[in-house]
Nanobody
Framework: QVQLVESGGGLVQAGGSLRLSCAAS????????MGWYRQAPGKQRELVSA???????NYADSVKGRFTISRDNAKKTVYLQMNSLRPEDTAVYYC?????????WGQGTQATVSS
C-alpha cells in the first residue's frame, strides 16, 4: 500500500532553516506529482509547494523565494528546504500524493519557528 513518511521538522529561531523529507513507498514514485501542505493551529490545511515528475514546481506566494522543493526519484523522496523561516511558518507539514481519485497523506512533521 501507499505510505508517505515525513521527517525533518523541529524547533528553530526566526531566520533559521529546516529541511523536510518525505519517503514514499508502494508507488512508482517517478510518475507522480508530489506536494507539501501545512496546517497551522486553527487554520485550514494549505498547499505550500508541489513538484511534477519532470521537476516543474510551484509555490504559495507566502513562501516564494524562501522554500525550495526537490525530488530524488531513485530514493523515492521529496524534500522541502525551508530558509528564512518566520513564526508564521509554524505548522504541521504534510506530504501529499494525489493518485486518481485517491488522496494520500503522511503523518505530518511539526515545524515550530520561535521569534
Amino acid at each position: 500500500q501507499v505510505q508517505l513518511v515525513e521527517s525533518g521538522g523541529g524547533l528553530v529561531q526566526a531566520g533559521g532553516s529546516l529541511r523536510l523529507s518525505c519517503a514514499a513507498s508502494g508507488i512508482v514514485f517517478s510518475i507522480h506529482t508530489m506536494g507539501w501542505y501545512r496546517q497551522a493551529p486553527g487554520k485550514q490545511r494549505e498547499l505550500v509547494s508541489a513538484i511534477t515528475p519532470g521537476g516543474n514546481s510551484n509555490y504559495a506566494d507566502s513562501v516564494k523565494g524562501r522554500f525550495t522543493i526537490s525530488r530524488d526519484n531513485a530514493k523515492k523522496t521529496v524534500y522541502l528546504q525551508m530558509n528564512s523561516l518566520r513564526p508564521e511558518d509554524t505548522a504541521v507539514y504534510y506530504c501529499n500524493l494525489k493518485w486518481g481519485t485517491n488522496n494520500y497523506w503522511g503523518q505530518g512533521t511539526q515545524a515550530t519557528v520561535s521569534s
